[in-house]
């Protein structure tokens, strides 16, 4: 496997709409963003079921569901404004470069901007 960063068009804490696979149609928020890999880990998408040893945390051990990741291009942005998938597109304005909607042209929630 290379070191190389592959492209991922989502950020950690969009809304993004799962397009093929087996949890087509869902929604959800983007928890992590795997750019080695070109995956994305969205809440509630692609649960599967996990052994878990006993810890301290968790004494007894058991079983848990937990959000694998899945590829990049199985999701497209979701705009609330228009409630459709979206794809991004860069608008330059007097505080820099904002993303907005392709369809609809409303700026994409930042969340998670620093």
């Known amino acids: 496997m ?20 087996k949890d087509a149609g869902k929604k959800g928020k983007v928890l992590e963003v795997l750019t080695q890999k070109g995956r994305v880990v969205v ?6 079921k996990k052994h878990q ?4 945390d968790m004494p007894q051990g ?22 459709s998938v979206t794809r991004k597109s860069v608008k330059i304005t007097g505080e820099g470069k904002v993303r907005v909607c392709k369809n609809c042209g409303h700026n994409l929630p930042e969340e998670n901007k620093k």
């Not at 960063?5 to 696979?21: E, F, L, P, Q």
């Not at 809440?43 to 599967?48: A, F, H, L, Y």
């Not at 058991?62 to 409630?83: R, T």
């Open 43 to 48: 809440e509630k998408v692609n649960v599967v």
């Open 2 to 21: 290379s070191a190389e960063k592959t492209k991922v068009n989502v950020r950690k804490g969009d809304m993004v709409m799962v397009i093929s696979g």
């Open 62 to 83: 058991g079983i848990v569901d937990k959000e694998a990741p899945i590829h990049s291009s199985n999701v497209m942005l979701f705009c609330a404004e228009c409630n």
């Open 53 to 56: 040893k006993p810890t301290k």
